[in-house]
């Protein structure tokens, strides 16, 4: 206790000599600290919520909800699975077709080939737009026996995939179903707004349904994004129905109490930081439990329409070459991969496989650390042939 008032005094003499000696210093840090209090304590309980959201967003944010909600976007509004690729669009790489689908080849009009394989999951699935269509992963898939249809939609989750499938999908009659999994998608299970677990996707403000455990069973939080996004920023249901249902709603309050002013966000930052790391040692099982059982309803919905499920898992770029600090870090991608082989799912490890090609990451991977190059596409497409040719 002598020593926590002998620091006291010490730092009250040093404002004391500042304030003789640095005067302008001095109340510099005076008036940036009394707004930090107001930043902190007495301004949450002035400005509206709506007003934090516009400034969290950014007019980035905001013009993008709009584009997307007058289907001008890569992507539009779906009831089902809150977006899907927008049909019939062609910008540098990314072409979309009719049933917007990223693919090579027409849909057979008459019987069907020997094979079509449908294929779900994020971007690293359809390639983004780092790649042609026939680099993809389906386009190195395809040939004269083989429909591939590649319906991958940026920032997919697995339950956005489930939903999407049993909505709309299984009328394409795919023998096979190969979706792709990584460790953002399984972030995703928990969220609905993208910009309280991304913030940094302007381009991507949308929002998402997401299901909960409820004794064991899947029940579904459907969202309406056309009602929802309308008035974005200034939609008082959006933030009431977020703060109840989105897990990372915290996000936006810890913004709304610390984000406005340099040092409170300085503070917010380092803090971010420390739990991120802090992830890395804890165990969610909630969020296993119900990857697991999106995965095993998914499995049961292809099999009543006489299909079979590959899922693949897909690291990104760090996952892949683990290094710096993540090299001590538990290995949550192997964490991940281990517990769902071990329930018996049908999963590939495209990690294993990029190791065993010896190709270095530089070879495999595009510049954001995320999406695969040609190469990587066309190792995880031969691998696939060699398992759908096992089972078949």
């Given at each position: 206790m002598c020593v926590a008032i002998w620091k006291k005094s010490s730092i009250l003499a040093h404002l004391r000599n500042m304030r003789r000696s640095a005067p302008v210093l001095y109340w510099f840090i005076v008036i940036e600290l009394l707004f930090e209090f107001a930043g902190i304590v007495i301004l949450p309980e002035i400005i509206t919520k709506t007003k934090y959201l516009s400034w969290y967003l950014g007019p980035q944010s905001i013009a993008a909800t709009h584009r997307f909600l007058e289907n001008d976007a890569y992507l539009i509004p779906d009831q089902y699975s809150g977006w899907r690729n927008r049909p019939n669009?062609?910008?540098?790489?990314?072409?979309?077709?009719?049933?917007?689908?990223?693919?090579?080849?027409?849909?057979?009009?008459?019987?069907?080939?020997?094979?079509?394989?449908?294929?779900?999951?994020?971007?690293?699935?359809?390639?983004?737009?780092?790649?042609?269509?026939?680099?993809?992963?389906?386009?190195?898939?395809?040939?004269?026996?083989?429909?591939?249809?590649?319906?991958?939609?940026?920032?997919?989750?697995?339950?956005?995939?489930?939903?999407?499938?049993?909505?709309?999908?299984?009328?394409?009659?795919?023998?096979?179903?190969?979706?792709?999994?990584?460790?953002?998608?399984?972030?995703?299970?928990?969220?609905?707004?993208?910009?309280?677990?991304?913030?940094?996707?302007?381009?991507?403000?949308?929002?998402?349904?997401?299901?909960?455990?409820?004794?064991?069973?899947?029940?579904?939080i459907p969202v309406q994004p056309r009602v929802q996004l309308a008035n974005v920023p200034q939609s008082r249901h959006l933030i009431d129905f977020l703060s109840k249902n989105d897990h990372y709603y915290d996000s936006f309050g810890d913004y709304c109490r610390m984000g406005l002013f340099p040092i409170s966000n300085a503070v917010l930052y380092a803090f971010r930081k420390v739990s991120n790391l802090c992830d890395y040692f804890r165990h969610d099982e909630q969020s296993r439990d119900l990857l697991v059982t999106i995965m095993s309803d998914f499995v049961r919905a292809a099999r009543q329409n006489d299909a079979s499920v590959t899922f693949i898992m897909m690291p990104g770029e760090r996952d892949f070459s683990r290094r710096g600090i993540y090299r001590i870090l538990p290995d949550q991608y192997s964490k991940v991969f281990h517990a769902i082989e071990a329930r018996g799912f049908n999963v590939i490890d495209a990690r294993q496989i990029f190791l065993l090609s010896r190709h270095s990451r530089v070879e495999l991977f595009c510049e954001d650390g995320v999406h695969y190059r040609p190469l990587a596409n066309r190792l995880i497409a031969q691998a696939l042939k060699d398992q759908i040719q096992t089972i078949h």
């Open positions: 669009v062609a910008k540098d790489n990314w072409v979309i077709d009719a049933r917007g689908a990223r693919t090579t080849q027409h849909l057979s009009k008459g019987p069907l080939k020997s094979e079509r394989i449908l294929f779900l999951g994020s971007s690293m699935v359809n390639g983004g737009t780092h790649v042609k269509n026939d680099e993809t992963i389906t386009g190195y898939f395809e040939n004269a026996d083989i429909e591939a249809l590649n319906f991958g939609t940026m920032l997919y989750s697995m339950d956005q995939c489930l939903l999407f499938y049993k909505h709309e999908l299984y009328k394409y009659r795919a023998k096979y179903l190969v979706v792709g999994l990584d460790l953002g998608s399984i972030g995703g299970l928990k969220n609905h707004y993208i910009p309280l677990r991304a913030r940094e996707e302007t381009n991507m403000p949308y929002i998402k349904p997401r299901y909960e455990l409820a004794d064991g069973k899947l029940r579904l």
